[in-house]
């Protein structure tokens, strides 16, 4: 049974999405502020969150960014294109005007929720590395690596062929629509201060250059 916060400080709108939404079979839980928000947040994970915009304490879009690995369907009155692509681009699942139809809500809660299900694994694991696609974040035990966006997008693909030569071309190929600014000098540049993370927090030398074709990720002490 899934699980869905509800963050509106109208405590009319937040009875009304409660009753729909638990007819349906979901359990509710509400936030009234975003600072009350934040708290339920570090102390449970939802299976989608309904996001109103106008909040006291902490605003929708400061809360958004701080909301990982669970789908936020923003429900505002804020009926601006401009709003709208913001968020979405911000990290939002999906966008709802005010006032609404419920039942058009409760279908894209429902595709959102199958969404999720589908999703395919958000881990990907080699040795003591563990890389997290949805949080983008990579741990060594219980360390965390932090990664510029770049070192991400490299070790993730690396991580894909774990010990298997990827060429320097394949790689800026697949990582230009996360990292259109890399390009084979600077790749260099990337992948030394990536091994270099690596080896900080592992003790060994995951990445290995293979000479005029590209690199490797495979454990060496």
Not at 14 to 36: D, P, R
Not at 163 to 176: G, H
Not at 193 to 215: M, Q
Request: proline share 3%; hydrophobic share 45%; net charge negative.
């Amino acid at each position: 049974m899934s699980n869905i916060l509800i963050i509106d400080d109208d405590v009319s709108i937040s009875e009304m999405l409660s009753e729909a939404l638990m007819n349906e079979g979901y359990t509710v839980s509400k936030a009234y502020s975003g600072t009350e928000a934040i708290m339920i947040l570090s102390q449970s994970k939802p299976d989608l969150v309904l996001l109103d915009l106008m909040l006291p304490g902490l605003s929708g879009e400061e809360l958004l960014s701080r909301i990982k690995d669970i789908p936020v369907i923003v429900v505002s009155a804020k009926a601006d294109i401009s709003d709208k692509v913001g968020l979405l681009l911000g990290g939002a699942a999906d966008y709802i005007t005010k006032p609404f139809n419920i039942q058009e809500l409760l279908a894209r809660v429902t595709v959102q929720l199958r969404k999720k299900a589908n999703a395919p694994a958000q881990e990907m694991k080699y040795h003591e590395m563990m890389l997290d696609t949805a949080t983008h974040t990579i741990r060594a035990g219980s360390e965390e690596i932090r990664l510029t966006r770049t070192e991400y997008a490299i070790l993730k693909l690396l991580m894909q062929k774990p010990e298997q030569v990827v060429a320097k071309l394949t790689i800026l190929e697949n990582i230009s629509s996360d990292t259109p600014d890399c390009t084979e000098d600077s790749l260099k540049i990337h992948i030394h201060n990536l091994r270099r993370k690596l080896k900080s927090a592992t003790g060994k030398d995951y990445i290995s250059a293979v000479w005029g074709i590209g690199f490797m990720l495979m454990a060496k002490s």
